[in-house]
């Protein structure tokens, strides 16, 4: 009995380390904040104030894609929680992390998976998983379909929405 609870314990443990190693997790709130502290000066990286104008100026730059500005809209009211640790020298890893404990829709925000040098061969070996999402993210719902090659087709079908902007 103990030694089965022991297990389970280990399974849970091992199961929710592996879930939160996801690579596209948080990816978008990375990017930004990483780029926000690369225009920051070394002797300007401890400075609050500082940190907090760098982050309003990357906001504000007319470059940015969709997903950028939907994370700059997250940010922009908490920018005081961000300079915090950043002012400290957390990684922009852990800070994503921390923020999204508050508001978990920052590590929502993902870049959309690049199919369009992807051939039918290398799509099969996507799971109907990743083939949803990538439908759910062009915004297309697709009814009736059961099998994998359904799911395939409709992503080859939909390869023009791939590259919409959300704003």
Same mark, same amino acid.
């Given at each position: 009995?103990? %030694?089965?609870?022991?297990i389970s314990a280990v399974v849970m443990l091992v199961s929710s380390v592996s879930a939160s190693n996801d690579p596209r997790e948080c990816e978008v709130c990375m990017k930004v904040l990483q780029e926000i502290r690369d225009t920051i000066p070394?002797? $300007?990286?401890?400075? =609050? &104030? *500082?940190?907090? !104008?760098?982050?309003?100026?990357?906001?504000?730059?007319?470059?940015? *894609? %969709? =997903?950028?500005? =939907?994370?700059?809209?997250?940010?922009?009211?908490? $920018?005081?929680?961000?300079?915090? &640790?950043?002012?400290?020298?957390?990684?922009?890893?852990?800070?994503?992390?921390?923020?999204?404990?508050?508001?978990?829709?920052?590590? %929502?925000?993902?870049?959309?998976?690049?199919?369009?040098?992807?051939?039918?061969?290398?799509? !099969?070996?996507?799971?109907?998983?990743?083939?949803? *999402?990538?439908?759910?993210?062009?915004?297309?719902?697709?009814?009736?379909?059961?099998?994998?090659?359904?799911?395939? $087709?409709?992503?080859?079908?939909?390869?023009?929405?791939?590259?919409?902007?959300?704003?």
């Amino acid at each position: 009995m103990r %030694a089965s609870s022991i297990i389970s314990a280990v399974v849970m443990l091992v199961s929710s380390v592996s879930a939160s190693n996801d690579p596209r997790e948080c990816e978008v709130c990375m990017k930004v904040l990483q780029e926000i502290r690369d225009t920051i000066p070394k002797d $300007k990286q401890k400075h =609050k &104030p *500082s940190i907090e !104008s760098a982050m309003g100026d990357y906001c504000a730059r007319d470059t940015n *894609s %969709a =997903k950028e500005r =939907k994370i700059c809209y997250y940010i922009d009211p908490i $920018k005081r929680d961000i300079a915090q &640790p950043f002012s400290l020298g957390m990684t922009v890893e852990k800070v994503c992390k921390r923020i999204n404990k508050a508001n978990p829709e920052i590590c %929502a925000v993902k870049f959309p998976v690049k199919t369009e040098k992807l051939d039918k061969k290398d799509l !099969s070996k996507l799971r109907v998983k990743q083939l949803k *999402s990538i439908l759910l993210d062009r915004g297309v719902e697709c009814k009736g379909c059961v099998e994998k090659e359904e799911f395939i $087709k409709k992503v080859q079908d939909t390869e023009h929405l791939a590259g919409a902007d959300e704003f």
